[in-house]
T-cell receptor
Framework: TQLLEQSPQFLSIQEGKNLTVYCNSS?????LQWYRQEPGEGPVLLVT?????EVKKLKRLTFQFGDARKDSSLHITAAQPGDTGLYLC????????????FGKGTHLIIQP | DTEVTQTPKHLVMGMTNKKSLKCEQH?????MYWYKQKAKKPPELMFV???????INESVPSRFSPECPNSSLLNLHLHALQPEDSALYLC????????????????FGPGTRLTVL
């Protein structure tokens, strides 16, 4: 069974601070996706990383895929209250249509 | 258009009722998924349909019955549910080209909040 360990599970910080969320596994993934989810809504895809060492930026969010494709990180610069939500990493092992392996999620609260 | 739609948004049902959840996408995706999500937990995979055929059933009880009438539609038929089945039910889709895609990017619908009394 493949596992994705996501940390921290809960994070509450002041507006304007920087933060990093980590997603680690002992397994290799073909790709890793990051989602953001609001309460009562479905996850919204933020980014997909595919190549080992890949870095993608989405405004103040920076995503990195580890060289060995076993881990990933999400860094938020100058966090804003609108960044509040549940952040989920999800790994895909390859082989066609298959479910994603989700981390347990990071509940992020940005205080004004 | 990366939209997956789900109806209804909310559903309350008794343990003897029969109801259905519906999901639709018009992105030309050939793989569709049902996930179940309990509060403050990540989504858990239930079923995968690939090219309208059920390819994965994650040991889901038979009171949940999936159906894929065509490549754009996915249903989940519910019968004799238990209160512990109350959850957010999420539908997702991906391109699903078997063996040709290395990343299987999945797009989720807004979910149906199900309450079983």
């Amino acid at each position: 069974t493949q596992l994705l360990e996501q940390s921290p599970q809960f994070l509450s910080i002041q507006e304007g601070k920087n933060l990093t969320v980590y997603c680690n596994s002992s397994s290799v993934f073909s790709s890793l996706q990051w989602y953001r989810q609001e309460p009562g809504e479905g996850p919204v895809l933020l980014v997909t990383v595919v190549t080992g060492g890949e870095v993608k930026k989405l405004k103040r969010l920076t995503f990195q895929f580890g060289d060995a494709r076993k881990d990933s990180s999400l860094h938020i610069t100058a966090a804003q209250p609108g960044d509040t939500g549940l952040y989920l990493c999800a790994g895909y092992s390859g082989g066609g249509a298959d479910g994603l392996t989700f981390g347990k999620g990071t509940h992020l609260i940005i205080q004004p | 258009d990366t939209e997956v739609t789900q109806t209804p948004k909310h559903l309350v049902m008794g343990m003897t009722n029969k109801k259905s959840l519906k999901c639709e996408q018009h992105m030309g995706h050939r793989a569709m998924y049902w996930y179940k999500q309990k509060a403050k937990k990540p989504p858990e995979l239930m079923f995968v349909y690939s090219y309208e055929k059920l390819s994965i059933n994650e040991s889901v009880p038979s009171r949940f019955s999936p159906e894929c009438p065509n490549s754009s539609l996915l249903n989940l038929h519910l019968h004799a549910l238990q209160p512990e089945d109350s959850a957010l039910y999420l539908c997702a889709s991906s391109q699903g080209l078997l063996g040709l895609l290395s990343y299987n990017e999945q797009f989720f619908g807004p979910g149906t909040r199900l309450t079983v009394l």
